[in-house]
């Protein structure tokens, strides 16, 4: 069993990737809440909510004509499950390689505490406190 702080440390660890990552390509996450979400974890740069208006392949269309790659952090519960899928068989069919590693490495430290993106901050502020640092 993994201790609060190591806890902790691994997910500031992947939130420092991911920042780093967003620099070199976009990520995906559902919906604007998530999108707030990230900014306040330091995650500021392409991060792209999926666009209502647009069926999943129009939009990895649209994205695979100016990125390679697109990481793909949707939510951890069922619906974000599908929606990975889906994202992932629309960018390849569309040339792009899409990144899960991220989002599976955050859900499986998270997993039993947070379902989605746009409660990490309220979860990290809690572990925070837990391990005693303001």
């Known amino acids: 069993m993994m201790s609060p702080e190591e806890r902790l440390d691994q997910i500031m660890r992947i939130l ?29 740069k392409n991060v792209i909510s999926l666009s209502k208006g647009m069926s999943i392949f129009a939009f990895c269309e649209s994205l695979s004509k100016e990125w390679n790659s697109v990481l793909i952090l949707t939510d951890w519960d069922r619906k974000g499950g599908r929606l990975a899928r889906k994202l992932r068989e629309a960018l390849m069919a569309n040339g792009a390689k899409p990144m899960e590693t991220v989002r599976t490495r955050l859900a499986y430290l998270v997993k039993k505490e947070v379902k989605d993106i746009e409660s990490l901050p309220t979860y990290l502020r809690r572990l925070r406190l837990q391990v005693g640092i303001p």
Do not use: N, T
């Open 16 to 44: 420092e990737e991911l920042e780093a990552l967003s620099e070199e390509m976009p990520v995906i996450v559902e919906g604007l809440r998530d999108v707030e979400a990230l900014q306040l974890l330091g995650v500021k």
